[in-house]
């Protein structure tokens, strides 16, 4: 499915919406909000073809599209569904289930962990720790500097850090 | 805990996969919208060529002359009488007026049969020959 202006949209589907999706799903908290940013970004993409043609990092920049798609999401979201937001860090985890029950509880209380991050260290976490992103790649994609990216990432890992001890602690 | 610890065990969690039905929809939408604004864009550019095409050779000339049918536009409107007293006056002239029109009327009659009775009185004067004339002159 070639699109005439030369951008491939299922080569770009196939290699990034799998890590655009991770990340939306960690930032929105939602599944549906998710796929409609997803499909926003894809739809973008498919009418400017011409986004993607001068792009050195396909992924940062993707990523920096996801990420302005939903700062702009939640900003538009009420305090009604906010409330939302956080009834829905019980229910929507980020991580593939598990049959063990100790994992079980640590993906638990992660996803608690990191819906109580601020938007942008959660950004930053997500994209060193699964992404697996520099600082410098980080804060191309963020458009922030390097320094910002790193310590954001230092206090999101201090904050799930102390919030995950415990259960840590007990399943070593 | 140690930091490092923690950081390998969170960076080896497996995230949740993308619905595989996502794929389909998803480029399905993208790749409709695409093809309508492609639609849109070879109608837009269809007409901007042959525009181009037309005025292209003297594009000096054809902006002129939309500068002076903007400005016989102009002059036109500011210049339409709308107003509601010259409608008045045109459709029912007052009875002062209309007496003094028929008097008019009747001077202009009055005049212009005088003026047919005095030709009628005076003959018309017809010049004579030269060598008539001296002949008269002569009797």
């Known amino acids: ?13 196939d ?14 908290r939602d599944e549906a909000d998710t796929r409609d940013l997803l499909q926003d970004i894809f739809v973008k993409l498919a009418r400017e073809a011409k986004l993607l043609a001068d792009v050195r990092d396909e992924r940062a920049f993707l990523i920096r599209l996801a990420h302005n798609a939903a700062i702009d999401l939640i900003r538009r979201r009420g305090a009604r569904e906010r409330t939302k937001e956080n009834f829905a860090v019980e229910t929507i985890s980020i991580f593939a289930r598990t049959n063990d029950p100790d994992e079980k509880v640590f993906h638990e209380e992660l996803a608690f962990a990191l819906g109580d991050l601020p938007e942008e260290q959660r950004a930053v976490v997500h ?12 804060a191309v994609a963020l458009d922030i500097s390097p320094n910002t990216a790193a310590s954001r990432y230092r206090y999101g890992l201090d904050k799930l850090r102390d919030r995950l001890r415990p259960i840590y602690e007990e399943m070593k | 805990m140690n930091t490092d610890d923690l950081e390998q065990k969170l960076s080896r969690l497996s995230l949740r996969h993308i619905p595989a039905k996502w794929r389909g929809e998803i480029l399905d939408a993208a790749i409709s919208r695409h093809a309508s604004c492609v639609t849109r864009h070879s109608f837009l550019s ?14 000096k000339a054809w902006a002129g002359l939309a500068a002076v049918w903007m400005l016989i536009f102009c002059l036109d409107f500011s210049m339409r009488d709308t107003t509601p007293i010259a409608a008045e006056k045109a459709a029912s002239p007052s009875p002062e007026v209309m007496v003094e029109l028929k008097q008019q009327q009747r ?28 002949e008269i002159l002569m009797t």
């Open chain 1, 1 to 13: 499915m070639r699109m005439p202006a030369g951008l491939d949209i299922e080569r770009v589907y």
């Open chain 1, 15 to 28: 290699e990034h919406a799998q890590p655009l999706f991770a990340f939306l799903l960690n930032f929105t």
């Open chain 1, 127 to 138: 994209l060193k720790l699964w992404e697996e992103l520099t600082f410098e790649e980080i």
């Open chain 2, 46 to 59: 269809t007409l901007n060529h042959q525009l181009s095409t037309l005025l292209w050779p003297h594009p």
């Open chain 2, 107 to 134: 001077m202009l009659a009055e005049l212009i049969g005088s003026s047919q009775a005095r030709d009628a009185e005076s003959p018309r004067f017809f010049p004579l020959p030269r060598s008539e004339r001296v």
